[in-house]
């Protein structure tokens, strides 16, 4: 039962462009969402998270957007640079309540910005 | 600040050892868990200590096991390692604070695992 998913296995952008990258959830427990960028082999970086009570958060060149209605979010990067090029996963948690450090993660979405 | 730090980073086991890794939380950080990632599987929750208290568990067999120390620093073990448990073993800290940022989980570089 995948209850976060990023339905697209990649993305491809060009430089100065914006990367919109997507995520959906199921589990209506879920009401803290973190963005995550990682390389092969290494630890996942935190990028940006945003709560349930918010429907928007801004950090520099990222924007997450929340839909909760729809139980979906999107992270904005713009604009989007050949550094960004990484796999980006969407994470959800209950924010709260005994759950505190388990995550559950989508598969993933390899961004590719192209100079 | 210093990141969450794990050790070692790399290593490689036979099938029937065992293996165990260790994680050092960001400093001030009381809840660590830990991660598997695999191709085939993704980013997976094995489990997340606090206080030295095992409080949540992921979907694997007991032959997954960890503890936590009153430092916080953390440690997992794999025993009777098999070919599947070929994997980048991740461990992450955070505050523990019951609502908002605080929440916000932080990982390490992973421990790199092969069993041959």
């Known amino acids: 039962d995948q209850q976060v998913k990023q339905n697209s296995p990649s993305l491809s952008v060009q430089e100065g462009r914006i990367s919109i990258l997507n995520c959906d959830y199921t589990n209506s427990m879920f009401d803290y969402f973190l963005w995550y960028k990682k390389y092969p082999a290494e630890g996942p970086t935190f990028l940006i998270s945003?709560?349930?009570?918010?429907d928007k958060n801004e950090d520099g060149r990222f924007t997450v957007f929340l839909n909760k209605s729809a139980k979906h979010l999107s992270l904005h990067i713009v604009p989007s640079q050949p550094g960004d090029s990484a796999v980006y996963f969407c994470?959800?948690?209950?924010?709260?309540?005994?759950?505190?450090?388990?995550?559950?993660f989508g598969q993933g979405t390899i961004l590719t910005v192209h100079p | 600040k210093a990141g969450v730090t794990q050790t070692p980073r790399y290593l490689i086991k036979t099938r029937g050892q065992q293996v165990t890794l260790s994680c050092s939380p960001i400093s001030g950080h009381r809840s660590v868990s830990w991660y598997q990632q695999t191709p085939g599987q993704g980013l997976q929750f094995l489990f997340e200590?606090?206080?030295?208290?095992?409080?949540n568990k992921g979907n694997f067999p007991g032959r997954f096991s960890g503890r936590q120390f009153s430092n916080s620093r953390s440690e997992m073990n794999v025993s009777t390692l098999e070919l599947g448990d070929s994997a980048l073993y991740l461990c992450?800290?955070?505050?523990?604070?019951?609502?908002?940022?605080?929440?916000?989980?932080?990982f390490g570089e992973g421990s790199w695992l092969t069993v041959v």
């Open positions: 992450a800290s955070s505050l523990d604070s019951p609502r908002g940022s605080g929440n916000t989980i932080y």
């Open positions: 200590y606090f206080s030295e208290t095992q409080r």
């Open positions: 945003i709560s349930s009570i918010k």
């Open positions: 994470a959800a948690k209950r924010d709260g309540g005994t759950s505190y450090g388990k995550l559950t």
